[in-house]
């Protein structure tokens, strides 16, 4: 029995996770050595302290481990165990910053059906937090290459002439939903409208190039918005084009650097701007598709207020005759 007992006890200390032990009244019975380096609390002062004494754990609702409503009293009220995947233990003796964990609280029945105390089990998540947000911040840095490695080819072949135009009708239709559907991922916390009538004509240019045109406004629209403000897309016809809004909320642009906003590899001397990653070839290469499709672009713009870019093209039927497929290089 005394074996038995000291194989429990050395089990409960090398426990790899936090472990506090407590009774019915939510009294600390024993705290094991991971429990100690995660609360600060040594095993002896906690000891015959209430939980709510050495632990404060909340949910990321801000419910409280140790509260009337909180995982511990419940797991002793109901007889069942509670896990909580994501929480934060704030630290009382310290001033450091919480720590990401999950926990589980298991009651304890030693006689009969109601729990006579409960053992609550800490998990300290931040290594695999850490590991996640590892793998984010690749996986964000390879698409931001893959991005520049895109643009420099798409500037590349624009500025040796080698894009070749093959101007036909275009659905509007079909290339805007298809464009809104590729942005709305990247909207974190924005909100897009799209407005597309649906009588709108068909425009005389290339579905794949008008894409590429609309998707680089609405991206650069997203990267210089806040979250919770508003893109608008919209499109309009008159009796010689159609046009295509992309207006935003966001930084806007100073009044300065208008002029060379879509010069290669031109980014504004703007602290915001300068937050913000870019390659400073996507207007530059907004501007050259939309002349490659015979059409204009522009743009008017209040800093802090937002940015309007308006896209020009001609209706189909209202171009003579199509153009045959030819090599265009930007002017």
């Known amino acids: 029995m005394a074996r038995e007992r000291t194989l429990s006890e050395q089990a409960f200390e090398q426990f790899p996770q936090a472990l506090i032990l407590v009774d019915r009244e939510t009294t600390v019975l024993s705290l094991n050595a991971v429990g100690e380096r995660l609360t600060g609390w040594a095993s002896r002062d906690a000891i015959g302290r209430p939980a709510a004494d050495i632990l404060e754990v909340r949910t990321e609702t801000g419910v409280n481990l140790c509260a009337p409503n909180g995982a511990l009293r419940r797991a002793l009220r109901l007889g069942t165990r509670i896990n909580t995947h994501f929480a934060y233990l704030f630290r009382l003796r310290t001033s450091d910053d919480p720590v990401r964990v999950s926990y589980s609280v298991s009651p304890i029945r030693l006689k009969g059906k109601t729990p006579d105390a409960a053992v609550i089990i ?23 290459m893959e991005r520049l490695i895109g ?6 072949r624009i500025d040796s002439g080698r894009i070749s135009v093959d101007l036909s009708r275009v659905d509007i239709g079909s290339v805007v939903g298809h464009v809104c559907d590729e942005v709305r991922p990247m909207l974190n916390g924005r909100s897009l409208k799209c407005r ?4 709108l004509p068909p425009v005389m240019g290339e579905a794949r190039k008008l894409h590429q045109i609309l998707v680089n406004l609405l991206t650069n629209a997203i990267k210089y918005s806040e979250p919770g403000t508003q893109i608008t897309f919209n499109t309009r016809a008159d009796q010689s084009a159609v046009r295509f809004e992309v207006s935003d909320q966001g930084v806007g642009i100073r009044k300065e650097h208008m002029p060379r906003l879509f010069e290669k590899f031109y980014r504004a001397d703007d602290p915001i701007v300068r937050r913000t990653s870019g390659t400073g070839l996507g207007l530059y290469i907004v501007r050259s598709l939309v002349t490659m499709l015979g059409g204009q672009v522009h743009v008017r713009s209040r800093h802090g207020k937002g940015t309007v870019f308006t896209v020009i093209l001609p209706r189909a039927e209202a171009t003579t005759r199509t153009r045959p497929r030819v090599a265009v290089g930007a002017q």
């Open 196 to 199: 597309v009538p649906e009588d």
């Open 122 to 144: 800490i998990h300290d998540v931040t290594p695999e937090l850490e590991t996640i947000e590892l793998l984010q911040d690749l996986h964000g840095q390879a698409d931001r």
């Open 151 to 156: 643009d420099i080819l798409a500037v590349s």
